[in-house]
């Protein structure tokens, strides 16, 4: 089946520090979005990001189609950065399905 | 997460009981979705829909039943609650085809006794 993987699964990071979280995927994708799941529970849109590069603020994401995998990044980090960072994908073998990476939980502790 | 709601927010079901979740959009989406996360877990797909009158199954059906008989609701109905039901369901949409944003409700807490 289709596989989405985000790595590592917990991150804790000192604030100000830089950090980078990956996601791969098991086939093409027509869609990929990055999403920041805060400790309210509510999901918020960082990135949508099929390929190429983009950047917004401190944070910055690169997906490399041909490779299947994206990466995220999160410069200079702040203690409201924490909660957990999903990837999900629209393959473009099941196109109406999107599928979510079990995600990445992030803590920035002060 | 403006466009998607979600009702109700919170709810607790006696083991048994039945409910439904309403899922309402004002953005003229056509794709529709349901999941459920659990505790330290991602989102797992429910049931999906890609147009009004239609539903597929998605990765944990069992134990759930969805409607969408007009475009801007997506209903989620559980028949007889249990336990193994208790998680945060959401909703999102999509317009349908490759290059488009998803969007998400705001959950809706389930707790099943």
């Known amino acids: 089946g289709i596989q989405v993987e985000q790595s590592p699964p917990d991150l804790i990071l000192q604030e100000g520090a830089n950090s980078t979280l990956r996601c791969n995927f098991s086939?093409?994708?027509?869609?990929l979005q990055w999403f920041h799941q805060n400790p309210w529970g509510q999901l918020i849109n960082l990135f949508y990001i099929p390929s190429g590069t983009k950047q917004n603020g401190r944070l910055s994401a690169t997906t490399v189609a041909t490779e299947r995998y994206s990466l995220l990044y999160i410069s200079s980090s702040q203690t409201t950065d924490s909660g957990v960072y999903f990837c999900a994908v629209l393959m473009k073998t099941s196109y109406d399905k999107v599928i979510f990476g079990p995600g990445t939980s992030l803590s920035v502790i002060p | 997460n403006a466009g998607v709601t979600q009702t109700p927010k919170f709810r607790v079901l006696k083991t048994g009981q039945s409910m439904t979740l309403l899922c309402a959009q004002d953005?003229?989406?056509?794709?529709m979705y349901w999941y459920r996360q659990d505790p330290g877990m991602g989102l797992r797909l429910i049931h999906y829909?890609?147009?009004?009158?239609?539903?597929a199954k998605g990765e944990v059906p069992d134990g759930y039943n969805v409607s969408r008989l007009k475009k801007q609701n997506f209903l989620l109905g559980l028949e007889s609650a249990a336990p193994s039901q208790t998680s945060v369901y959401f909703c999102?949409?999509?317009?349908?085809?490759?290059?488009?944003?998803?969007?998400f409700g705001e959950g809706s807490w389930l707790t099943v006794v």
């Open positions: 953005m003229n989406h056509e794709y």
């Open positions: 086939d093409s994708v027509n869609n």
């Open positions: 829909s890609v147009g009004e009158g239609t539903t």
């Open positions: 999102a949409i999509h317009p349908g085809g490759s290059r488009n944003t998803i969007y």
